[in-house]
């Protein structure tokens, strides 16, 4: 069965220092999406992409944070200056359409600690 | 606002008996929901969704009810197993158009003792 892959699956970086998460999502789907998941806490929607550009994102989508299909299967999320509250797991989605009944499926998602 | 350090609700259940795990949403314009299955050290993996037309799907060992009325999801797990122990989202799409930002719920930890 397809799936969305993660890499890498643990980040560790130095605060203030740039990270770039990647994902390659399922091929035939068109929209793609990026969560995370504060240990202990809910997951959270930070954006959305289809069509080479943003369709929505959250309020914690600040300016520090970037989001880029550079070729046809990757996908990623850059984040500028990393702060420790970035410290979290990092998913990738992606579906096959942007219609709200679609289901979004996930990656394993990245760990990224911020020291 | 959110709680930080969430304690998640936790059912724990026999090898074999029949699993219920509710979640409460709270928007009324939410069209489509979807239970999750996150296991440790991996990401939310699709079990089943329904659309805001339908009260009741299933699917394979696992239905979802949907009671709009009092804005409640429940998810069944029939004849539970040892590899149902994760922990289960339900999560809402917002509705109006939007193009599929998910509102996950707290999460319910789901143990299966064998």
């Known amino acids: 069965e397809p799936e969305v892959t993660q890499t890498p699956s643990h980040q560790v970086t130095q605060m203030g220092q740039e990270v770039i998460l990647r994902c390659v999502p399922i091929?035939?789907?068109?929209?793609f999406y990026w969560y995370r998941q504060i240990l202990g806490q809910k997951v959270e929607f930070l954006v959305s992409f289809y069509n080479n550009e943003i369709s929505e994102k959250s309020e914690i989508f600040d300016d520090q944070f970037s989001v880029e299909r550079p070729d046809g299967s990757n996908f990623t999320l850059k984040i500028r200056s990393t702060k420790l509250e970035d410290s979290a797991m990092y998913f990738c989605?992606?579906?096959?359409?942007?219609?709200?009944?679609?289901?979004?499926?996930f990656g394993d998602g990245t760990r990224l600690s911020i020291l | 606002g959110e709680s930080v350090g969430l304690h998640l609700p936790t059912l724990s259940v026999q090898e074999g008996d029949n699993s219920i795990i509710n979640c409460a949403y709270s928007n009324s314009a939410s069209d489509y929901f979807i239970w999750y299955k996150q296991e440790s050290g991996k990401g939310p993996q699709f079990i089943i969704d329904i659309r805001s037309n339908m009260d009741k799907r299933q699917g394979q060992r696992v239905t979802v009810l949907l009671n709009k009325t009092v804005k409640h999801l429940s998810l069944q797990i029939a004849a539970t197993q040892p590899g149902d122990s994760a922990v289960y989202f339900c999560?809402?799409?917002?509705?109006?158009?939007?193009?599929?930002?998910?509102?996950f719920g707290k999460g319910t930890k789901l143990s299966v003792k064998p």
């Open positions: 989605a992606s579906s096959l359409s942007g219609q709200s009944n679609q289901p979004q499926h």
């Open positions: 091929s035939n789907h068109l929209y």
């Open positions: 999560a809402e799409n917002r509705g109006g158009g939007s193009q599929g930002n998910l509102i």
